[in-house]
C-alpha cells in the first residue's frame, strides 16, 4: 500500500510539473513602457540587422546563381508594387529602422547618466514613439 501511495505522489507531482508555464510568464505582468520598449528594441535590431545580412548575403552570392540584385533591379521592383503593398513595405521598414535609431540614441543619452528616474523612462519613452511616429510618416509617405 505504501509504494502505491508514493507512485501516485510521484505521478501528481509529474503531472503539477508539465502544467507549468515556462519562465518567465509574461502573461502574469501588467505590460509597462519600460519593458515593452525593450523588447521592441531587440526585435526590431534583430528585424533591421537581419534584413541587412540576408540581403547583403545575398547580393555577394546573386551574381553565382545569374539573379540581377543591382539598384536598377531594385528600383524596378519597388516601381512594379501595388500601392497599398508598397506603403506596407515602406512603413514596416521605415517604422522599424526608426524606432531602433531613436531609441538607441536613448539608450546612449541613459549612459550619461541623465534621465534614468522612473519620470525621465517614461518621458523619454514618449519621445522615442513620438519620433518613431513622425519620421515613419515622413518615410511611408514621402
Same mark, same amino acid.
Given at each position: 500500500?505504501?509504494?502505491?501511495?508514493?507512485?501516485?505522489?510521484?505521478?501528481?507531482?509529474?503531472?503539477?510539473? *508539465?502544467?507549468?508555464? +515556462?519562465? $518567465?510568464?509574461?502573461?502574469?505582468?501588467? $505590460?509597462?513602457?519600460?519593458?515593452?520598449?525593450? !523588447?521592441?528594441?531587440?526585435?526590431?535590431?534583430?528585424?533591421?540587422?537581419?534584413?541587412? #545580412?540576408?540581403?547583403? %548575403?545575398?547580393?555577394?552570392?546573386? $551574381?553565382?546563381? !545569374?539573379? @540581377?540584385?543591382?539598384?536598377?533591379?531594385?528600383?524596378?521592383?519597388?516601381? /512594379?508594387? $501595388?500601392?497599398?503593398?508598397?506603403?506596407?513595405?515602406?512603413?514596416?521598414? /521605415?517604422?522599424?529602422?526608426?524606432?531602433?535609431?531613436?531609441? !538607441?540614441?536613448?539608450?546612449?543619452?541613459? @549612459?550619461?547618466?541623465? /534621465?534614468? /528616474?522612473? *519620470?525621465?523612462?517614461?518621458?523619454?519613452?514618449?519621445? +522615442?514613439? !513620438? %519620433?518613431? %511616429?513622425?519620421?515613419?510618416? #515622413?518615410?511611408?509617405?514621402?
Amino acid at each position: 500500500m505504501r509504494k502505491h501511495a508514493e507512485e501516485s505522489q510521484a505521478a501528481v507531482a509529474e503531472r503539477a510539473r *508539465k502544467n507549468r508555464p +515556462v519562465s $518567465p510568464n509574461l502573461g502574469i505582468y501588467q $505590460p509597462q513602457m519600460s519593458w515593452v520598449l525593450s !523588447g521592441l528594441h531587440r526585435n526590431t535590431g534583430v528585424l533591421v540587422a537581419g534584413a541587412a #545580412y540576408l540581403y547583403t %548575403a545575398a547580393f555577394g552570392l546573386a $551574381p553565382m546563381f !545569374g539573379v @540581377d540584385l543591382g539598384s536598377v533591379t531594385a528600383a524596378a521592383t519597388v516601381a /512594379s508594387m $501595388p500601392t497599398p503593398l508598397l506603403l506596407a513595405v515602406k512603413a514596416l521598414v /521605415s517604422s522599424s529602422l526608426s524606432f531602433h535609431c531613436f531609441n !538607441g540614441i536613448r539608450h546612449l543619452w541613459w @549612459d550619461t547618466g541623465r /534621465s534614468v /528616474s522612473n *519620470k525621465g523612462v517614461f518621458n523619454t519613452g514618449y519621445a +522615442v514613439l !513620438g %519620433a518613431t %511616429a513622425l519620421a515613419t510618416g #515622413y518615410l511611408t509617405f514621402f
